[in-house]
């Protein structure tokens, strides 16, 4: 999503639940890659605000990413 510049930054992401019902993890799951965005610098937790784009790096890195979270690496 932040490679095809469907997310800019600024823009929020769904909540954990949200996401991990539609894409139907576990919420511990989406935590973690949320975790793991955040660490690379993708993006920022905001405390109970959420979750938001911080900056697009190197195409591909950001799906890389959320895919080994999910174990699909």
Known sequence: MVDESELREGDA????????NQLDVAV????????????????????TRGTFIKKARGRGAASAV???ALGHA
């Open 13 to 20: 992401l769904p909540t954990i639940r949200a996401l991990a």
């Open 66 to 68: 959320v895919a080994a």
């Open 28 to 47: 511990n799951t989406v935590a973690r890659a949320y975790q793991e965005l955040e660490a690379l610098g993708f993006a920022e937790s905001r405390g």
